[in-house]
């Protein structure tokens, strides 16, 4: 036996205290890193953000529940955030010009028309604008 070990075999100090065996344990496991991790890298693909968004929220609530900072899962939720107003914001004005092209065509016909500065492409199953 050494002299810093009890009887038992715990580690003691200098002069003679035991070590509390926790001193010794790992770091706690974040039980929401692997999901904050997830999460953020969804949050890069504009069709995956609502996934990354979700995925993140929860990733952040697991850790917050275990006391424990989850920094990934906080920047999935921002970025995932951001990419789903862009996206709202970029289909707000796409989808009514879209619509408007096709009911255009829907009421000029097939073939080659030209309204104003516009120039509609129009087949039956497809339809091009050029300004």
């Not at 003691?12 to 706690?28: C, D, R, V």
């Not at 289909?91 to 080659?112: E, H, S, Y």
């Amino acid at each position: 036996m050494t002299d810093t070990e009890h009887s038992h075999g715990d580690p003691t100090t200098p002069t003679g205290e035991a070590i509390p065996s926790q001193a010794f344990s790992a770091a706690p496991q974040n039980p929401g890193r692997v999901l904050g991790i997830v999460g953020f890298v969804l949050s890069f693909f504009f069709f995956l953000n609502i996934a990354g968004l979700v995925l993140s929220i929860i990733g952040l609530v697991k850790s917050r529940r275990a006391r424990l900072r989850n920094g990934l899962a906080v920047a999935g939720i921002i970025i995932a955030s951001v990419g789903i107003i862009i996206t709202i914001v970029v289909g707000g004005f796409t989808v009514p010009l879209l619509v408007d092209a096709g009911q255009t065509c829907t009421r000029l016909g097939t073939g080659v028309h030209h309204v104003g500065n516009a120039t509609y492409t129009c087949t039956p199953t497809s339809f091009r604008v050029t300004y």
